[in-house]
């Protein structure tokens, strides 16, 4: 079935340093949409980007995902980790019945 | 800006008790979703809906009901809560777009159940 995996649970690291979270995607419909959904302390989840076209970078506030079909990931990385990044990001996919899959979440703090 | 709204905020319900969560969107999407959120599960969906009157489960929608009763309501109905239930629950309204849907989720509901 369709499933999305996120390998880290929790992600620590110094500001400044680069941020890259992993992604990656199992699903038999060959054109799906992928999603990076962050969720800050006490709040609700919200979108940060999306894509739905291969080897195309999609950027939003400063992070940045490329799709790849050819190993199905889907990776969200930013150049530099600010402290306000520390939040849980959800990786997701749609696929062609229109059901969207979640991963587990990764955990990111960010450390002054 | 896409509007949902969850009530209550926080619920403590008996082992046993019945449990309603209501949701409310005022953008007009065909489409809501119910989730839970657990620590080491992600978001999990429980039932969802195309529409009013429509109800579809979810990928653990057993113990949960739900019901459609307009384009803008969405409830999430627990007849016999149990401890296992304790959980952090989102609403969710789908945008279809252009593109791909965008989930809009509401506040959340923190429900424990004793």
């Known amino acids: 079935g369709d499933s999305v995996t996120q390998t880290e649970g929790l992600v620590t690291l110094t500001e400044g340093l680069p941020v890259m979270l992993n992604c990656t995607y199992q699903?038999?419909?060959?054109?799906?949409?992928l999603f990076w959904y962050v969720q800050h302390l006490n709040e609700s989840p919200r979108l940060l980007l999306k894509s739905f076209t291969d080897n195309k970078r999609t950027e939003h506030q400063g992070f940045h995902a490329t799709l790849h079909k050819s190993s199905s990931s889907f990776h969200l990385q930013k150049s530099s980790a600010q402290l306000s990044d520390s939040a849980l990001y959800y990786c997701?996919?749609?696929?062609?019945?229109?059901?969207?899959?979640f991963g587990d979440g990764t955990q990111l703090v960010v450390k002054p | 800006e896409a509007a949902v709204t969850q009530s209550p905020r926080n619920k403590v319900a008996v082992t046993g008790g019945k449990v309603t969560l209501s949701c409310n969107q005022t953008n007009n999407h065909n489409n809501m979703y119910w989730y839970r959120q657990d620590t080491g599960h992600g978001l999990r969906l429980i039932h969802y809906?195309?529409?009013?009157?429509?109800?579809e489960k979810g990928d653990i929608p057993d113990g949960y009901k739900a019901s459609r009763p307009s384009q803008e309501n969405f409830s999430l109905i627990l007849e016999l809560a149990t401890p296992s239930q304790t959980s952090v629950y989102f609403c969710a309204s789908g945008d279809e777009g252009a593109c791909a849907e965008t989930l809009y989720f509401g506040s959340g509901t923190r429900l424990t159940v004793l």
């Open positions: 997701a996919l749609r696929n062609s019945n229109n059901r969207i899959f």
């Open positions: 699903t038999i419909y060959s054109n799906p949409f």
């Open positions: 809906s195309y529409g009013a009157g429509s109800t």
